[in-house]
């Protein structure tokens, strides 16, 4: 239901009720208006939003009217057989569930779709019904005696049928779980109806006895002082025939309310007395359903109903002062607080159902449920109901279904915009000072010293160390971490072959592996962001290639040369963590790195299509003829055919002989059909389970165990089914031994060789600028999109401590002669998606909501620690098949593009308007706009793609990255700043500067024209209209010209100035 700022002016008045049917006056008040200052007629004239506003503004200084979570159950009054009793038909958490009408079944949580005309009637009935707050009742009894004569009193029931509007409201309560342990078997139906007939003459002798004239009450029909048993004379007998009052009497059906069976809700809670058989009438609640209620909730009772004996429709509202629990009033052993009766005469009951409907769906909205909790009077409630009315959306009737039912929304609004009045800036906040503040928070912004932002990282970090490993304690972790560790093994030993290629075997495999071990301890122990997954990059491996070549060609030790590089990089890049030079990050804006996240994306999809496209022309499928044949044993009887018919791996198990040339190999032809299987397979298998959260099988537990452990999941699947195949396909090779790959070289490089002059050191530095360049511009953009605010983490940046942690382990790595490890975009997204939280839903209809991610450091201290004793676990890993792997490749590319901006909006280049999805940038910039923008990044995607595909190009794509943000900087010429804002981020040192030339010629402009057209001044009335929210009396004067001007000259102003006097408005 949408919210309207300006309220409604409604089809009655609000008329003041007489105080005859209202609550007492609360004794602290001294009996005085508890509003003060405010009147009844100044209520009248009030908003309606503005009068809950003042309600809910009230300080509550005691226990009694502290709002409460409320359940709602709505009972209606009907015939079962021989019995008439109140039937359960809804219930409402905070979405509304229907009883199904032939399915004895609830229906899905749905939201309530009510008529506006109910809502008119609720409201006709509490203006002229009895409304009782604060009642003082400890049971059921004591309560309908209570209604009765408050209604008696207040002349709208007549004292003859007094009592049986008591008896209707004293009937049993049946709810729906009840039916579910009715007795099937017909057998045992036919007993039950033998004891009901036995019971029934029981009933009719022993009322004879006591000359009753009604049913039997269990307690007295005068209740004493509340909270009292009563003490009638009675009660004995009627104990002794408690247990016979909830069958049916077996009188002929024409009768009515004398069937009725009495309600053990009109029993207190402990009974002396009643002995086994009140006990056994003990109300059994819906256990099952109460881990659905939240804590401390408590009960809203509905009860509506028809019967012969009434004329004119009776309501009562009632509000206990303390809540109490009411026998079987509630499915759940809740206490209730709130009850609602409405009885009218016959032929009403389907108006009465959608009445009640509506007070349910009242009770469970946030803001009337307050109302009725604070309520000091009739009016309170009304004004209640009246902003409910103006915060409604209405359906026009002939455009939608009534019987649809509308699934609950994936996110609720928040509904604090209706509990408090609107609070205007005592002042503009300067964009650029909260900018800088927010900066400041993140670690961005330059402290003036050297290591200050270091310092300040470590500061912020500190506190929430030990939390860092307490937050690991869930199951959610050890599934990322399994998942990571094959995620992060498979790249490390990929990366180990090409580097091997690309360094003549100075650093492979192995190498890989140690460094993994290293850097990954290192960062995960002490970095300031442990969510980021270090790995190797493309870039670094080109980077090395050609350091190589040069070595090579100038006769030079590679290894010792490359020390040289890495000590020069670790220095420029403590140099740089001492000049808060990480604070340039903020220049990195959502075009950049949706721009690297992308293409790196991309990279991780092309490159496991690619492995498998080389499988594919490693092992055809059209291969020649396989010369390679099973034969006989020597003296077998069986001839050729025979054995001809066994394959190579089964034909020694028959004692055949092969023969063949081919038979050394085993037949390759559908090992690349077998790859595209377990690939594909790997890849669905990781996608479905992934989702399998949000399935509607299983409980909810199961789901997240499931959907946690999806890749580990579709791994070991199809392994296995590799295995159970026996098709020769790749598997992954991992080195057995603990030893550098290159004999000639230790695990210790010397930092001079006679090969190399003693100037190559310092020459060094050169190569090293470009590393740094390359270092930098990958860990903190991969930094920038782990810490963006969508994912909503709580512990604070460390981009200072970042780079220093990495460039101490690029000195070990260099020391040790292992290869740069650095973050890797796509591990660090998909390590931050498998340990995102969500809401844990309780009510039946509400949907999880996105809690953060659990910040924490074990998984990245466990993947790396797992994948240094890789080298122990050779034999199993080397079951696990090459394809399965690229799988997870894939899986990961495509998972990384989910939440992109960029890419939905690629995605919406190819769909026709109607088909576009409501996502909010399109509606607030044109659509052609978005096209533009998408365009100019979707080029600087593909140049950067370019750049990347050729070795010759490759080494200046770290300097491709400082051009994006150049390119996105000259963006601030081609679009305004609403869009920028919008589609992007604002960059620093701009929204100040373009704010204060807008605003220098709009004071120009507001100057000419207030001298040309001195009118303007008196016109504020008739030219502006009132903005939401905006009270008159902060513009003055010159605010009016100001206004004027803004109507009169929107048409010619261009978007920028717009805003620029808009802003001018509000100061």
């Given at each position: 239901?949408?919210?309207?700022?300006?309220?409604?002016?409604?089809?009655?008045?609000?008329?003041?009720?007489?105080?005859?049917?209202?609550?007492?006056?609360?004794?602290?008040?001294?009996?005085?208006?508890?509003?003060?200052?405010?009147?009844?007629?100044?209520?009248?004239?009030?908003?309606?939003?503005?009068?809950?506003?003042?309600?809910?503004?009230?300080?509550?200084?005691?226990?009694?009217?502290?709002?409460?979570?409320?359940?709602?159950?709505?009972?209606?009054?009907?015939?079962?057989?021989?019995?008439?009793?109140?039937?359960?038909?809804?219930?409402?958490?905070?979405?509304?569930?229907?009883?199904?009408?032939?399915?004895?079944?609830?229906?899905?949580?749905?939201?309530?779709?009510?008529?506006?005309?109910?809502?008119?009637?609720?409201?006709?009935?509490?203006?002229?019904?009895?409304?009782?707050?604060?009642?003082?009742?400890?049971?059921?009894?004591?309560?309908?005696?209570?209604?009765?004569?408050?209604?008696?009193?207040?002349?709208?029931?007549?004292?003859?049928?007094?009592?049986?509007?008591?008896?209707?409201?004293?009937?049993?309560?049946?709810?729906?779980?009840?039916?579910?342990?009715?007795?099937?078997?017909?057998?045992?139906?036919?007993?039950?109806?033998?004891?009901?007939?036995?019971?029934?003459?029981?009933?009719?002798?022993?009322?004879?006895?006591?000359?009753?004239?009604?049913?039997?009450?269990?307690?007295?029909?005068?209740?004493?002082?509340?909270?009292?048993?009563?003490?009638?004379?009675?009660?004995?007998?009627?104990?002794?025939?408690?247990?016979?009052?909830?069958?049916?009497?077996?009188?002929?059906?024409?009768?009515?309310?004398?069937?009725?069976?009495?309600?053990?809700?009109?029993?207190?809670?402990?009974?002396?007395?009643?002995?086994?058989?009140?006990?056994?009438?003990?109300?059994?609640?819906?256990?099952?359903?109460?881990?659905?209620?939240?804590?401390?909730?408590?009960?809203?009772?509905?009860?509506?109903?028809?019967?012969?004996?009434?004329?004119?429709?009776?309501?009562?509202?009632?509000?206990?002062?303390?809540?109490?629990?009411?026998?079987?009033?509630?499915?759940?052993?809740?206490?209730?607080?709130?009850?609602?009766?409405?009885?009218?005469?016959?032929?009403?009951?389907s108006n009465f159902h959608e009445i009640g409907r509506a007070m349910a769906t009242l009770m469970s909205d946030e803001i009337f449920h307050e109302v009725a909790y604070r309520a000091r009077k009739r009016d309170h409630l009304l004004s209640g109901v009246d902003e409910f009315l103006d915060a409604v959306t209405v359906l026009p009737p002939g455009e939608w279904d009534p019987t649809i039912r509308i699934e609950p929304p994936a996110a609720i609004p928040s509904q604090e915009i209706r509990k408090r009045p609107p609070e205007?800036?005592?002042?503009?906040?300067?964009?650029?000072?909260?900018?800088?503040?927010?900066?400041?928070?993140?670690?961005?912004?330059?402290?003036?010293?050297?290591?200050?932002?270091?310092?300040?990282?470590?500061?912020?970090?500190?506190?929430?160390?030990?939390?860092?490993?307490?937050?690991?304690?869930?199951?959610?972790?050890?599934?990322?971490?399994?998942?990571?560790?094959?995620?992060?093994?498979?790249?490390?030993?990929?990366?180990?072959?090409?580097?091997?290629?690309?360094?003549?075997?100075?650093?492979?495999?192995?190498?890989?592996?140690?460094?993994?071990?290293?850097?990954?301890?290192?960062?995960?122990?002490?970095?300031?962001?442990?969510?980021?997954?270090?790995?190797?990059?493309?870039?670094?491996?080109?980077?090395?290639?050609?350091?190589?070549?040069?070595?090579?060609?100038?006769?030079?030790?590679?290894?010792?040369?490359?020390?040289?590089?890495?000590?020069?990089?670790?220095?420029?890049?403590?140099?740089?963590?001492?000049?808060?030079?990480?604070?340039?990050?903020?220049?990195?804006?959502?075009?950049?790195?949706?721009?690297?996240?992308?293409?790196?994306?991309?990279?991780?999809?092309?490159?496991?299509?690619?492995?498998?496209?080389?499988?594919?022309?490693?092992?055809?499928?059209?291969?020649?003829?396989?010369?390679?044949?099973?034969?006989?044993?020597?003296?077998?009887?069986?001839?050729?055919?025979?054995?001809?018919?066994?394959?190579?791996?089964?034909?020694?198990?028959?004692?055949?002989?092969?023969?063949?040339?081919?038979?050394?190999?085993?037949?390759?032809?559908?090992?690349?059909?077998?790859?595209?299987?377990?690939?594909?397979?790997?890849?669905?298998?990781?996608?479905?389970?992934?989702?399998?959260?949000?399935?509607?099988?299983?409980?909810?537990?199961?789901?997240?165990?499931?959907?946690?452990?999806?890749?580990?999941?579709?791994?070991?699947?199809?392994?296995?089914?590799?295995?159970?195949?026996?098709?020769?396909?790749?598997?992954?090779?991992?080195?057995?031994?603990?030893?550098?790959?290159?004999?000639?070289?230790?695990?210790?490089?010397?930092?001079?060789?006679?090969?190399?002059?003693?100037?190559?050191?310092?020459?060094?530095?050169?190569?090293?600028?470009?590393?740094?360049?390359?270092?930098?511009?990958?860990?903190?953009?991969?930094?920038?999109?782990?810490?963006?605010?969508?994912?909503?983490?709580?512990?604070?940046?460390?981009?200072?401590?970042?780079?220093?942690?990495?460039?101490?382990?690029?000195?070990?790595?260099?020391?040790?002669?292992?290869?740069?490890?650095?973050?890797?975009?796509?591990?660090?997204?998909?390590?931050?998606?498998?340990?995102?939280?969500?809401?844990?839903?309780?009510?039946?209809?509400?949907?999880?909501?996105?809690?953060?991610?659990?910040?924490?450091?074990?998984?990245?201290?466990?993947?790396?620690?797992?994948?240094?004793?890789?080298?122990?676990?050779?034999?199993?890993?080397?079951?696990?098949?090459?394809?399965?792997?690229?799988?997870?490749?894939?899986?990961?590319?495509?998972?990384?593009?989910?939440?992109?901006?960029?890419?939905?909006?690629?995605?919406?280049?190819?769909?026709?308007?109607?088909?576009?999805?409501?996502?909010?940038?399109?509606?607030?910039?044109?659509?052609?706009?978005?096209?533009?923008?998408?365009?100019?990044?979707?080029?600087?995607?593909?140049?950067?793609?370019?750049?990347?595909?050729?070795?010759?190009?490759?080494?200046?794509?770290?300097?491709?990255?400082?051009?994006?943000?150049?390119?996105?900087?000259?963006?601030?010429?081609?679009?305004?700043?609403?869009?920028?804002?919008?589609?992007?981020?604002?960059?620093?040192?701009?929204?100040?500067?373009?704010?204060?030339?807008?605003?220098?010629?709009?004071?120009?402009?507001?100057?000419?024209?207030?001298?040309?057209?001195?009118?303007?001044?008196?016109?504020?009335?008739?030219?502006?209209?009132?903005?939401?929210?905006?009270?008159?009396?902060?513009?003055?004067?010159?605010?009016?010209?100001?206004?004027?001007?803004?109507?009169?000259?929107?048409?010619?102003?261009?978007?920028?100035?717009?805003?620029?006097?808009?802003?001018?408005?509000?100061?």
């Amino acid at each position: 239901m949408a919210e309207k700022n300006e309220y409604i002016e409604l089809p009655w008045t609000m008329n003041s009720s007489s105080g005859d049917d209202e609550a007492p006056k609360d004794p602290r008040t001294g009996g005085e208006d508890f509003t003060q200052q405010f009147t009844e007629n100044d209520f009248e004239v009030t908003p309606p939003a503005q009068r809950v506003q003042f309600i809910l503004g009230e300080d509550v200084d005691d226990g009694t009217h502290v709002s409460h979570p409320l359940f709602s159950e709505m009972g209606m009054l009907v015939k079962e057989g021989d019995e008439i009793e109140w039937k359960e038909t809804a219930r409402w958490i905070k979405f509304e569930e229907d009883v199904e009408e032939g399915g004895n079944r609830w229906s899905k949580p749905h939201v309530a779709t009510l008529s506006l005309h109910s809502l008119f009637e609720l409201r006709r009935l509490l203006v002229n019904g009895s409304v009782m707050l604060d009642m003082e009742a400890q049971n059921l009894e004591v309560m309908a005696d209570l209604v009765c004569d408050h209604m008696v009193s207040a002349g709208t029931l007549p004292p003859g049928v007094k009592d049986k509007v008591k008896d209707a409201l004293l009937r049993r309560h049946r709810h729906q779980h009840e039916y579910a342990k009715k007795t099937r078997l017909p057998i045992i139906r036919s007993l039950a109806d033998m004891r009901n007939h036995s019971s029934s003459k029981i009933e009719e002798h022993s009322a004879s006895i006591l000359g009753a004239t009604t049913p039997i009450s269990l307690t007295a029909s005068e209740p004493g002082p509340p909270g009292s048993n009563g003490n009638s004379s009675l009660s004995t007998a009627a104990g002794a025939m408690g247990r016979f009052l909830t069958v049916p009497s077996g009188k002929p059906s024409n009768r009515t309310l004398e069937d009725m069976v009495k309600s053990p809700s009109n029993q207190s809670m402990a009974r002396p007395g009643s002995g086994t058989e009140l006990s056994e009438q003990q109300h059994k609640g819906n256990t099952h359903f109460m881990r659905k209620i939240p804590p401390g909730a408590e009960a809203s009772n509905i009860l509506v109903g028809e019967v012969d004996f009434l004329e004119r429709t009776l309501s009562c509202f009632i509000r206990l002062s303390q809540a109490v629990v009411l026998g079987d009033l509630t499915e759940v052993p809740v206490p209730t607080r709130f009850v609602f009766i409405l009885l009218g005469p016959p032929g009403s009951q389907s108006n009465f159902h959608e009445i009640g409907r509506a007070m349910a769906t009242l009770m469970s909205d946030e803001i009337f449920h307050e109302v009725a909790y604070r309520a000091r009077k009739r009016d309170h409630l009304l004004s209640g109901v009246d902003e409910f009315l103006d915060a409604v959306t209405v359906l026009p009737p002939g455009e939608w279904d009534p019987t649809i039912r509308i699934e609950p929304p994936a996110a609720i609004p928040s509904q604090e915009i209706r509990k408090r009045p609107p609070e205007l800036p005592k002042e503009e906040v300067d964009e650029e000072e909260e900018e800088a503040r927010l900066r400041e928070e993140n670690g961005l912004s330059r402290t003036g010293r050297l290591f200050g932002g270091l310092i300040n990282d470590i500061k912020r970090k500190a506190p929430w160390y030990i939390s860092d490993y307490k937050d690991a304690l869930s199951m959610q972790c050890v599934a990322s971490w399994i998942f990571l560790y094959f995620a992060c093994l498979s790249p490390i030993i990929t990366f180990g072959g090409l580097l091997a290629e690309a360094t003549g075997k100075h650093m492979a495999a192995m190498e890989s592996l140690v460094s993994g071990f290293v850097c990954g301890m290192g960062y995960g122990f002490f970095s300031g962001q442990p969510l980021t997954i270090l790995g190797s990059t493309g870039p670094v491996l080109v980077f090395e290639s050609i350091i190589y070549e040069f070595c090579l060609k100038m006769g030079w030790e590679y290894m010792t040369f490359r020390f040289w590089i890495g000590m020069w990089v670790a220095g420029i890049c403590i140099v740089l963590t001492a000049i808060d030079a990480s604070a340039l990050v903020c220049y990195i804006t959502r075009f950049t790195e949706e721009n690297f996240a992308t293409l790196i994306a991309f990279i991780f999809i092309y490159k496991a299509i690619e492995n498998v496209m080389v499988i594919g022309k490693n092992f055809p499928v059209n291969q020649g003829i396989y010369d390679c044949v099973c034969t006989p044993p020597i003296g077998s009887n069986a001839s050729v055919i025979d054995y001809a018919k066994y394959n190579w791996d089964s034909c020694e198990s028959y004692n055949g002989t092969l023969v063949g040339g081919d038979c050394g190999k085993p037949p390759t032809e559908n090992v690349f059909l077998m790859s595209v299987v377990l690939c594909a397979g790997t890849f669905l298998i990781s996608t479905v389970l992934k989702e399998f959260k949000n399935a509607l099988f299983f409980p909810s537990i199961v789901r997240q165990y499931i959907s946690d452990f999806s890749v580990l999941i579709a791994i070991f699947a199809m392994s296995f089914f590799d295995y159970s195949l026996g098709v020769p396909t790749q598997k992954l090779e991992v080195p057995n031994e603990l030893k550098p790959t290159l004999s000639t070289r230790g695990w210790l490089i010397p930092p001079f060789a006679e090969k190399n002059p003693w100037w190559s050191a310092i020459i060094a530095v050169f190569p090293a600028l470009l590393g740094t360049i390359l270092i930098f511009m990958d860990q903190q953009i991969t930094a920038v999109i782990v810490n963006r605010k969508e994912n909503k983490l709580k512990k604070g940046c460390g981009y200072h401590l970042d780079l220093f942690i990495l460039s101490i382990l690029i000195a070990i790595c260099s020391m040790m002669g292992l290869p740069w490890f650095v973050a890797a975009t796509v591990l660090s997204i998909n390590h931050v998606n498998s340990l995102k939280l969500e809401s844990e839903c309780s009510a039946p209809g509400e949907k999880p909501q996105f809690l953060g991610v659990r910040e924490q450091r074990v998984t990245h201290i466990l993947i790396f620690l797992t994948i240094g004793v890789s080298v122990l676990l050779t034999p199993l890993l080397g079951n696990i098949p090459m394809p399965v792997l690229f799988g997870v490749f894939l899986y990961m590319g495509v998972a990384s593009l989910k939440g992109l901006q960029f890419f939905d909006r690629i995605l919406i280049m190819f769909m026709p308007a109607k088909y576009q999805p409501d996502y909010m940038f399109l509606r607030q910039v044109p659509i052609k706009r978005v096209h533009l923008f998408t365009m100019i990044q979707l080029a600087c995607l593909i140049i950067l793609w370019l750049i990347k595909s050729f070795s010759q190009t490759s080494i200046l794509f770290p300097l491709m990255l400082v051009v994006m943000i150049g390119i996105r900087k000259a963006l601030d010429l081609v679009f305004t700043r609403r869009e920028l804002k919008i589609l992007d981020d604002i960059m620093p040192e701009m929204t100040k500067r373009a704010a204060a030339d807008d605003l220098h010629k709009l004071d120009a402009e507001v100057g000419l024209l207030a001298r040309i057209f001195p009118w303007g001044k008196g016109s504020r009335g008739r030219v502006v209209t009132k903005p939401p929210g905006l009270d008159d009396g902060i513009v003055g004067s010159g605010g009016a010209v100001g206004a004027g001007l803004i109507t009169c000259t929107t048409s010619n102003a261009n978007e920028k100035e717009f805003e620029a006097q808009s802003s001018l408005l509000k100061k």
